[in-house]
């Protein structure tokens, strides 16, 4: 079992930047891969990041790509999203996942804990 907690969301404006972080519980955690993922007003979760139990691969939605960075630290069981040129469109809930096996997916079907979310608004 994975408890996972996010923060570090807020209010900014176009082109500041944020860092979210995700807090998970459990002593498995190195063997998670993790992703985030966020969900506009009135549309469905979608792909933001995901990272390896290692943290040596990352893979990004082509639409975050260049200006938001995934990271973890193992010994700290957290992972965190580094969003920089934030945009409008960048408005959302956002979550992180985790999935066991440690292999990355893009696919929020195949995470099997999720955390509660935190808002993110980008005013224009």
């Known amino acids: 079992q994975v408890q996972l907690v996010e923060s570090g969301g807020g209010l900014v404006q176009a082109g500041d930047s944020l860092r979210l972080s995700c807090a998970a519980s459990?002593?498995?955690?190195?063997?998670?891969?993790m992703g985030w993922f966020r969900q506009p007003p009135g549309k469905e979760r979608e792909f933001v990041a995901a990272?390896?139990?290692?943290?040596?691969?990352?893979y990004y939605a082509d639409s975050v790509k260049g200006r938001f960075t995934i990271s973890r630290d193992n010994a700290k069981r957290t992972v965190y999203l580094q969003m920089n040129s934030l945009k409008p469109e960048d408005t959302a809930v956002y979550y992180c996942?985790?999935?066991?096996?440690?292999?990355?997916?893009?696919?929020?079907?195949?995470?099997?804990?999720w955390g509660q979310g935190t808002q993110v608004t980008v005013s224009s």
């Open positions: 996942g985790a999935r066991r096996g440690g292999t990355y997916s893009a696919s929020r079907n195949e995470y099997e804990y």
């Open positions: 459990g002593r498995t955690f190195g063997s998670y891969a």
């Open positions: 990272i390896n139990w290692s943290g040596v691969t990352t």
